[in-house]
């Protein structure tokens, strides 16, 4: 998995028997300051095709390397019977626009499967957003048919809650209700915040640490209520959005404004939080348990706050089960990869909006 | 299939029996004018990543179109077993190049087979171009191997000659000889000509029916032998080319030197008779029979200056083995779709470069 926050490749060995899932390692590789240059440089943006191709082929082999540096010491590489490779999103437009004459949503992800089943000898699963687009969907969220496996509860309604660039949520009613499981994009998670810290620390550091910026600097709540009234945040679910939208322009148009980079980063903080908990309010029960993953969960002064803003629900972390907050997406792709090969439809149309469910990915041979 | 000539989509429908390839119906859906230029403004140059996103959707949606719009009248679309889709290739570089610190060669084909498989309801296999550049190969040509499987005789010595955008020989030496078959482009087919065609009749025409501008024509000798003398058509083979050497780019060079244009159609017409004629006669036997297919095929003009170039060669097109010129390389695609599920590896190491043979393509489920 490599996400839209560009931190890096995070691979996840998992031990997948029956519906048990359970993770042996987990490990970010993180991307080389030109790698993530090169693929802002091709994100949702002019650029060149031949660099497109060419990244397209790097990326592959960089997975395929972070996939055997993980092996190393772990586990024999002959022995992992399928990779799920999720790719790098350049583009993801889940809402179909008119062009040339027909309705079209779209998604972009490079990285080579074949490259990364050439090198590896693995059976490799990739592109799993595409056919849920065209089946209808957003192309996103996918991991919330993997929470649904992973975290349902028989009589306790929950909330899997994920802040990577963008934050989402699946909220998963008990398996005794008759409610089904949905999810959506809650909007902003870590993107802004990240790129107004590389900017305010001239790109010394990639991320608020902890919180420590965001804690002791001032709120702007007019700023606040002005973002908050951002239509995105009343659509209906399901909704998906990204980079486009909550991403570096977004972020640059906060810097216009003129305020201290510290308040705005306190205040991008508060939109990501208030952003959720608005979500959860409105749409699972308040008492839910809401499990936490994504780099967001590092952020304590950003789960001091959801927690304040949930009085009534019990904030926890995957971690709780058996699942490293910082690998959940990874883990997901690995789940979705072996859901491909049993061949189960494993989109789930209440959180993409498809008019069905399909087989998520296609296959490259090792 | 949809090459780089942009003359639109070409759908084969094939049944293949062991080693039987009978083809059914061919049949070619020009591009609208509008998809047409929309691909030439995604290859090879400046763009934005949204475009090649809703193209590379748009474009699973016209190939969609273009498969059920074939099947009608003539089979039903539910007893299509298997469709091979090449994709529109947007970029190739064949030859490694130095990038991020990697040796990088690329290639990018868009067209989504999940619209495909999902809008038709047939398994789906794409990307066959990948895996032989991920085994050191330079992804081209493919056809080859086909051409082996379809034209190699037992003792006579055979060229298979394609002319589309680009021209590509397989030298088929007899199967009962020690020697392999091996394939390279020879350089420009098409591509040059039509481009200076379309400047020539300001749009109306894009290729010279039948040779007639070229045969009425003046050649200009000394400008041919510089192009001859590009080092292209030393290089030994295996080795590819495209439009980013022989297309638009090298049309405008022509057209800078300020002969006037029917010269320069009848001198370009020249160039791609010349460089096949030199390759078959440096690489092939003299006496060997040349069957010709694609566009080039209907250039008379064209066809009679390589008789004249290859005078103990006997010059024949695959219509002879119930092979439309036009189509002969979607049916290729489709023999290789029916390899890949039979798990045939089907990349020709001495046409492609590669360090073995790899099984070529990526599954989309139906």
Redesign the interface.
């Known amino acids: 998995m490599s996400g839209t926050s560009l931190d890096g490749i995070d691979v996840a060995i998992v031990d997948i028997t029956g519906k048990r899932v359970k993770p042996i390692i987990t490990r970010t590789f993180p991307y080389?300051k030109?790698?993530r240059e090169?693929i802002l440089s091709?994100?949702?943006?002019?650029?060149?095709?031949?660099t497109?191709?060419?990244l397209?082929?790097?990326l592959?082999?960089l997975y395929a390397e972070a996939i055997r540096e993980a092996c190393k010491r772990v586990i024999k590489l002959e022995s992992i019977g399928l990779i799920g490779m999720h790719g790098q999103t350049?583009?993801?437009?889940g809402t179909p626009?008119e062009?040339?004459?027909?309705k079209?949503?779209?998604?972009?992800q490079i990285g080579?499967?074949?490259?990364v089943?050439?090198?590896t000898g693995i059976r490799t699963i990739?592109?799993f957003r595409?056919?849920d687009?065209?089946?209808g969907g957003k192309g996103a969220p996918l991991v919330p048919y993997v929470d649904c496996l992973l975290f349902q509860h028989a009589r306790k309604p929950r909330v899997s809650l994920n802040i990577g660039g963008i934050a989402n949520i699946t909220v998963l009613p008990p398996k005794n209700s008759r409610k089904n499981a949905f999810a959506f994009d809650t909007g902003p998670g870590n993107m802004i915040v990240d790129a107004l810290v590389r900017k305010f620390t001239d790109g010394k550091q990639t991320c608020d640490l902890n919180g420590d910026i965001a804690r002791r600097a001032k709120l702007h709540n007019q700023l606040l209520e002005g973002m908050l009234s951002d239509p995105y945040f009343d659509l209906a679910p399901p909704k998906t959005t990204g980079r486009e939208q909550f991403g570096q322009d977004f972020a640059n148009g906060l810097v216009a404004t003129g305020l201290p980079l510290e308040d705005l980063i306190a205040t991008a903080t508060e939109l990501t939080a208030r952003s959720i908990a608005l979500a959860i309010t409105k749409h699972a029960s308040p008492d839910s348990e809401v499990i936490a993953a994504g780099g967001g969960v590092h952020n304590s002064h950003l789960m001091a706050r959801l927690s304040s803003l949930l009085p009534a629900a019990r904030i926890t972390a995957t971690t709780e089960f058996g699942i490293d907050p910082d690998a959940k997406e990874a883990i997901a792709f690995a789940v979705l990869a072996h859901e491909f090969i049993r061949?189960r439809p494993a989109n789930l149309p209440a959180a993409t909006g498809a008019r069905r469910s399909?087989?998520l990915g296609?296959?490259?041979?090792r």
Not at 104 to 108: E, F, G, I, P
Not at 112 to 115: F, K, L, N
Not at 362 to 365: D, G, K, Q, V, W
Request: with cysteine; hydrophobic share 45%.
């Open positions: 080389a030109a790698a090169a091709v994100s949702n943006c002019m650029t060149h095709t031949a497109i191709a060419r397209h082929f790097l592959g082999e350049i583009f993801h437009e626009i062009y040339l004459g027909h079209v949503a779209s998604t972009l080579d499967p074949a490259i089943a050439e090198r990739s592109n595409e056919r687009i065209a089946a061949r399909v087989l296609r296959e490259t041979p």
